[in-house]
């Protein structure tokens, strides 16, 4: 229950939350029985409950396939239009953030390293290392994006596979 509300109006907005996220015909299911992507509607439902002005994100789509993660993006787009929603969203996905966000800020190790809009980001128009990494990341498997390491000043270091250990790379 919400607000106090009675049983049967906190049953009816549950259903209508439900309704609101693509999942009217699975409000009987048990948790378990759900999908990952169904769960992750739920989730999002519950949060609703509240009537927030403003959601905080934290990898809402890592964890799903990316037809899954499209239909999710869409859903939040969606809501965010629907309910006049400001999103705050975390995530290493830069291509998911792409399509959620008109700014984002770049944090590695706890700090802000880079503000860019996202058409600086679709351009490639990046100003630190780490960006970069976390650009090539999203655009599919690169070998030699995957061996290196970004340190906390910003300067690249490469992963010596064979050896275990971390050599500078300039």
């Known amino acids: 229950q919400v607000y106090g509300e009675s049983p049967e109006i906190a049953r009816e907005r549950a259903l209508s ?58 859903l939040l787009r969606d809501l965010q239009a629907a309910h006049g929603l400001a999103y705050l969203f975390i995530s290493h996905d830069l291509a998911v953030v792409s399509h959620m966000c008109d700014r984002l800020a770049v944090m590695n190790n706890g700090r802000i390293v880079e503000e860019l809009s996202v058409e600086e980001l679709r351009r490639h128009e990046t100003r630190h290392p780490y960006t970069l990494q976390l650009l090539r990341a999203s655009e599919g498997y690169d070998r030699e994006a995957a061996r290196a390491q970004i340190t906390d000043d910003g300067t690249q270091r490469a992963m010596s596979w064979t050896q275990g250990a971390v050599a500078s790379a300039n």
């Open 17 to 74: 939350l439900l309704a609101g996220v693509g999942l009217a015909h699975h409000a009987h299911h048990l948790p378990h029985r759900l999908s990952g992507g169904q769960q992750q509607r739920v989730a999002i439902a519950r949060a609703l409950a509240m009537d927030p002005i403003a959601m905080l994100f934290d990898e809402p789509t890592s964890a799903l396939d990316r037809s899954v993660q499209k239909r999710i993006v869409e």
